[in-house]
């Protein structure tokens, strides 16, 4: 058998798993596994300015391409800890990263040593699974297991912890006799998809709910023609949005108490019926459960058991990957549609149809300061079909959701269960790194993007150009919106009266020389025709320099964003909303 440190192990595994890129920063502790990443070659690894960007650079290029898994890695203390939050983002959101720490010698653990912590405790709670490995031998077995964890069941991340002296020990490992694990995926069977075919005959105004697990099985292209054959119009989830394109006719809209349409909402309350895929009933998406699942009932498909019957009790519920459930669903109606036992169900989607017609939102104002929704109506206008959109929390992200287009599955990569302020910029640059042709557009409210505004730099140092729409109205807009119920406006305002740009006008941070300082290019937009040309001239520096590229549009300081306190049937408008087709001229239905 060949020989070879626990370290150099590591690394061939990786390579074999399929792992060609990772994102970290070294220290004392990891220095080995640096050396043999190094010696070994066939990975990139891309270098942040803070570790826990790391993190959130892996979710982006896991979630990017179907069989990604993105890897993080860092000291134990402090960027294992560093990357706490984005391991909870990736539990949150079934994505499946790899999170290696260097730690203090074996010996020392227990004895404060510098800069050592039970990593593996503190990440425990946050990952599928965490682990120090205190004997050398272990290491290509921990890892074997790790990749099989990730991958099996619903996906998520996993901590590999290990020691210096266990990375520097030589074992016996021969990589060319490795195999990866098969994953463990649940499939639903053929009387579980009659069954529910026969919940769905009973309908007369069923619901397709498409979550984030049909894209994580890589069943989008099943959802639709499954769509197509029953007829049934589809409602995506946040995390699912993309499934189904946003023009395609059975598309009903989002439903919801804030990333949701008026549409989507009137006809999710008008169905009678509900199969959900890959979904968990998000809070934000039910809203209060009494008047979410009232009058209809529910089939729940989910690839986790314990996620069945969590939120509510289904009529019916399917431990199943989406991809098996959708093809047996598939074959289920086709044979049913050859045999005339489909009903027709062309009055319920025309329905829905007419209600996308005319349930809409204004979007075309020509307010300076900036209103946010003219902002998406031009971002609809500049960036196609082949966007990959990528966004986190706050009111530019729920704004975003209600206005802007998605047409494919891995376009809208959005971080839906934690929302960490931050995330955006390093998980724009996993998207941008994990697939580098594409015209990925970040968007982040002004807060958000100063939380990481750092990682700037690694784009411009390794040349990772994306454009950045960055709406600032120098406040923490969902929480002032949240605070109304308090009847309070308190620590939410960011606004100051800056030294050295006094054109901003109290605007405080002026964004443009930051980005500038931090290699990339910025354009900062006052007035709504700016906003079209702005796009395109990103689009071209970002081509040219092979940088970010940020675009700051100047935002109206306070702006109330459509939402709902707990009810979907009572999401309170607070803008004009659209009376004729020039009021909101990019909607994928003209208003009519």
């Known amino acids: 058998m060949a020989r070879m440190t626990a370290a150099r192990a590591a690394v061939e595994i990786l390579k074999r798993e399929g792992v060609d890129t990772a994102f970290g920063v070294p220290g004392a502790a990891i220095n080995p596994f640096y050396a043999a990443l190094r010696a070994a070659g066939g990975i990139e690894h891309t270098l942040a300015r803070h570790v826990e960007g790391a993190s959130h650079m892996a979710e982006g290029y896991t979630r990017t391409a179907p069989g990604n898994i993105g890897v993080c890695i860092g000291t134990s203390g402090p960027a294992g800890t560093d990357m706490i939050t984005g391991l909870y983002s990736a539990i949150g959101d079934s994505t499946p990263i790899l999170c290696i720490t260097g730690q203090a010698p074996v010996a020392v653990i227990e004895k404060e040593d510098f800069q050592a912590v039970d990593i593996a405790s503190i990440a425990k709670p946050v990952t599928k699974k965490a682990t120090t490995v205190k004997e050398a031998a272990q290491v ?9 964890l990730m991958r099996s069941g619903r996906p998520g991340p996993v901590l590999i912890d290990l020691p210096i002296d266990v990375q520097l020990t030589e074992i016996e490992f021969d990589p060319e006799l490795y195999e990866p694990l098969g994953p463990h995926k649940p499939s639903a069977t053929r009387k579980q998809a009659e069954k529910a075919l026969d919940l769905l005959a009973a309908a007369e105004r069923p619901l397709i709910v498409a979550g984030g697990g049909i894209i994580s099985a890589d069943a ?14 589809v409602v995506p989830t946040l995390m699912g949005w993309g499934t189904i394109s946003d023009d395609h006719p059975l598309h009903a809209g989002m439903v919801g108490l804030q990333t949701s349409h008026r549409y989507g909402n009137a006809t999710f309350l008008e169905s009678d019926f509900v199969l959900g895929i890959g979904n968990r009933w998000a809070n934000r998406h039910t809203g209060a459960l009494s008047t979410y699942t009232e009058g209809r009932k529910f089939v729940h498909v989910d690839i986790e058991p314990t996620q069945i019957g969590k939120i509510f009790a289904p009529d019916l519920g399917i431990v199943s990957d989406a991809h098996a459930a959708l093809s047996l669903f598939v074959e289920v109606a086709r044979e049913r549609k050859q045999a005339g036992r489909l009903k027709d169900l062309t009055k319920w989607a025309d329905a829905a149809r007419q209600r996308k017609g005319q349930l809409q939102r204004r979007t075309h104002f020509d307010n300076v300061p900036l209103k946010p929704q003219r902002v998406y109506e031009e971002m609809n206008r500049a960036f ?25 599955p891995r376009h809208w990569i959005n971080c839906g269960q934690a929302g960490p302020l931050g995330w955006t910029v390093p998980a724009a640059l996993g998207v941008a790194k994990a697939d580098p042709e594409a015209s990925v557009v970040a968007l982040s409210g002004d807060y958000d993007f100063q939380f990481m505004i750092e990682e700037l730099a690694v784009g411009a140092q390794h040349h990772i150009p994306y454009v950045h729409v960055l709406v600032n109205n120098s406040y923490l807009g969902l929480i002032r919106q949240a605070q109304r119920n308090f009847d309070m406006d308190f620590q939410v305002n960011l606004e100051f009266e800056n030294i050295n740009t006094p054109e901003l006008g109290g605007y405080g941070v002026d964004h443009v020389k930051v980005a500038e300082g931090l290699g ?10 700016q906003l079209l040309p702005a796009f395109e001239e990103a689009k071209k520096l970002a081509a040219e320099y092979r940088v970010p590229v940020v675009v700051e549009a100047i935002l109206e300081r306070v702006t109330n964003i459509s939402m709902a306190a707990a009810d979907i049937g009572k999401v309170n408008e607070f803008e004009e909303l659209a009376g004729e087709a020039a009021h909101a001229p990019t909607a994928t239905v003209p208003l009519g």
């Open 140 to 148: 290509p077995g921990v890892f074997q297991e790790a990749f099989h």
């Open 220 to 233: 989008s292209e099943l959802l639709v023609e499954f769509a197509e054959l029953t007829g049934i119009p």
């Open 384 to 408: 196609g079909p082949e966007t990959r959109y990528v966004s986190t929390i706050g009111l530019s992200q729920i704004a975003g959701a209600q206005f802007l287009h998605v047409y494919r």
């Open 520 to 529: 990339c290019k910025a354009l900062r937009v006052t007035e709504p025709d």
